[in-house]
């Protein structure tokens, strides 16, 4: 067909090509989301985000940081900071707690499938890790068979450490011959992470529980946790969080009616983003990457996944902050 206005013909040419780099290029954010995760925070402030996971690749600490809990860029590369000493060298479901009291850092986590035991290190700067301890968790508990995704509380009121966890205890004679698990939340306390009060079970609804989170907020205790029934197939109609109440640390904790994540998912971390509204990050754990909703009230949530810019393919672990000054030394020394 001959040409009757080159001009036009020209100008239509450019909108094509400008169109089909858009379309790359938003194709390439879409395939590969982790393409913008190592940028630095885009504002300086005076509180940054840190995230503390593991990866399935690396089953060991990585940390990742952010100035408004949406956009997140990885400490070290992305690669791992510490792996664990113990066992096959599995560090699963890292969990940090900065300590109120002397500003430096607890971190604890699941050392393998059937270990009864939590790992242990302290931190003062989130660099340089002291010595690695297995917690004596559970020993008085006969028939325990093993400890799950541990967590720490800081109690206020208290003033003390209080640990989280998932035990399955054999307390029968056809369950130690099944071999079935059957998860509940089990709980000690701690000042100085050299000595515990006894385990005791926390949380019981009469059904397998894991990943049990801990919030006081408004005078109430909301435990967030999993939900472990059914089975990994389509129609499993469990295996999300759900939520529980209680006006005592020690319960009884009084469960809520629905889920609030979609289903298989599990290791939810609750903290404050900084317009004050709760977020939760959470693992689904067949798919590796994160999921993440936010509320208002801690009771009813809202995905907004799609808002979250993670970074690469993270698993269970928590959200905390540090001052800007931590930040700075931590971006120093591992960048």
């Known amino acids: 067909m001959p040409i009757t206005n080159t001009n036009e013909t020209l100008s239509i040419i450019r909108h094509r090509i400008l169109a089909?780099?858009?379309?790359?290029?938003?194709?390439?954010?879409?395939?590969?989301?982790?393409?913008?995760q190592n940028a630095p925070?885009?504002?300086?402030?005076?509180?940054?985000?840190?995230?503390?996971y593991f990866t399935t690749a690396h089953e060991a600490l990585h940390l990742a940081y952010s100035c408004d809990a949406y956009v997140w860029a990885t400490i070290n590369d992305g690669?791992?900071?510490?792996?664990?000493?113990?066992?096959?060298?599995?560090m699963r479901d890292p969990f940090i707690?900065?300590?109120?009291?002397?500003?430096?850092?607890?971190?604890v986590w699941t050392i393998?499938?059937?270990?009864?035991?939590?790992?242990?290190?302290?931190?003062?700067?989130?660099?340089?890790?002291?010595?690695?301890?297995?917690?004596?968790?559970?020993?008085?508990?006969?028939?325990?068979?093993?400890?799950?995704?541990?967590?720490?509380?800081y109690d206020q009121l208290a003033d003390e450490f209080r640990l989280l966890w998932a035990s399955t205890v054999h307390e029968t004679e056809t369950d130690r011959y099944l071999n079935a698990w059957s998860h509940r939340i089990w709980t000690a306390t701690t000042q100085d992470f050299h000595t515990f009060s006894a385990s005791e079970k926390l949380f019981d609804p009469d059904y397998t529980v894991i990943d049990a989170t801990l919030i006081y907020h408004n005078q109430k205790y909301v435990m967030i946790y999993k939900d472990e029934r059914g089975l990994h197939i389509p129609s499993t109609i469990q295996k999300a969080m759900r939520v529980a109440t209680a006006d005592a640390v020690?319960?009884?904790?009084?469960?809520?009616?629905?889920?609030?994540?979609?289903?298989?998912?599990?290791?939810?971390?609750?903290?404050?983003?900084?317009?004050?509204?709760?977020?939760?990050?959470?693992d689904h754990f067949e798919e590796d990457r994160f999921g993440a909703s936010i509320s208002q009230?801690?009771?009813?949530?809202?995905n907004i996944t799609d808002q979250i810019l993670f970074p690469p393919r993270p698993r269970h672990g928590a959200v905390f902050t540090v001052p800007h000054t931590t930040f700075e030394r931590l971006y120093a020394a591992l960048g």
Do not use: K
């Open 41 to 52: 925070p885009r504002v300086r402030c005076e509180q940054v985000y840190m995230m503390s």
């Open 79 to 90: 690669q791992p900071i510490i792996r664990s000493e113990f066992g096959m060298g599995r």
């Open 20 to 36: 089909y780099l858009v379309v790359l290029f938003l194709g390439a954010i879409l395939a590969f989301p982790g393409s913008a």
């Open 112 to 153: 393998r499938w059937g270990s009864i035991g939590i790992g242990y290190a302290h931190s003062d700067d989130l660099i340089t890790w002291g010595e690695q301890r297995v917690l004596p968790l559970m020993v008085e508990v006969e028939y325990t068979r093993n400890i799950w995704g541990p967590e720490i509380f």
């Open 97 to 107: 707690l900065p300590d109120p009291r002397d500003g430096g850092f607890h971190l």
């Open 297 to 302: 009230d801690l009771y009813h949530w809202e």
């Open 250 to 282: 020690t319960g009884p904790f009084e469960i809520r009616e629905g889920l609030v994540t979609p289903r298989w998912t599990e290791g939810p971390t609750v903290f404050q983003g900084p317009d004050g509204q709760w977020l939760m990050f959470y």
